[in-house]
């Protein structure tokens, strides 16, 4: 089945940039959505179409792709971003939605 | 403002089927895909299906054989079935407003817990 990677973990310092990556075979084909948990809350998506922030998700939250890898890119950290993030694509047919692993961002 | 409810039994024993509804509050209900999401203790999240406007169905494959994914247009809901259940589906089950491909999941449930447990 297919797979998209993650790194279990990032950690960074608050005010420096944490970059959490993406990687499946298929996302030169489809977009990938990013959305963070935090324990005991629902899901909040924070990318959409690859680079695309809803409304709401603060500006220092920045998305990009290159080949089979896509990077949520987290500017300026802040200690309310220390969460669990996860990918989302659909598998190589388009027809079923998957999710990365999940990497748990660290405030230090 | 969306805003989607779920509720359904969160104790179950093995060989039972789990049975959770969604209520879509405060938007077009015909107009989107409605997902189910799940999330083992410890683990990560695992999309279980999604139902359209239509009532046309996709889903996982490796869950396929046990769930039912349903909408009930009347009523603004939808609804997931799993049947045959053991410990292995215990879970925080969400579902999720999908705006279709390129946009999302923008809204969620508040997520149910379900216990699977002798």
């Known amino acids: 089945s297919y797979e998209l990677t993650q790194p279990p973990s990032v950690s960074v310092s608050p005010g420096q940039t944490a970059r959490i990556t993406c990687s499946g075979d298929a996302l030169t084909k489809h977009y990938t959505y990013w959305y963070h948990l935090r324990p005991g809350q629902a899901p909040v998506l924070v990318m959409y179409k690859d680079t695309e922030r809803p409304s709401g998700i603060p500006e220092r939250f920045s998305g990009s792709s290159s080949g089979t890898t896509v990077t949520l890119t987290i500017s300026g950290v802040q200690a309310e971003d220390e969460a669990d993030y996860y990918c989302q694509s659909a598998d190589n047919s388009g027809t079923y939605w998957v999710f990365g692993g999940g990497t748990k961002l660290t405030v230090l | 403002q969306v805003q989607l409810q779920q509720w359904g039994a969160g104790l179950l024993k093995p060989s039972e089927t789990l049975s959770l509804t969604c209520a879509v509050y405060?938007?077009?209900?015909?107009?989107?895909?409605w997902s189910w999401i799940r999330q083992p203790p410890g683990e990560g999240l695992e999309w279980i299906g999604e139902v359209n406007r239509t009532g046309s169905t996709t889903y996982n494959p490796s869950l396929k054989s046990r769930v039912t994914i349903s909408l009930d247009t009347s009523n603004n809901r939808f609804s997931l079935r799993l049947s045959s259940v053991t410990a292995a589906d215990t879970a925080v089950y969400y579902c999720?407003?999908?705006?279709?491909?390129?946009?999302?999941?923008?809204?969620w449930g508040q997520g149910t817990t379900v216990t699977v447990s002798s």
């Open positions: 405060g938007g077009s209900f015909s107009d989107y895909y």
């Open positions: 999720a407003r999908d705006l279709g491909y390129g946009y999302g999941m923008d809204v």
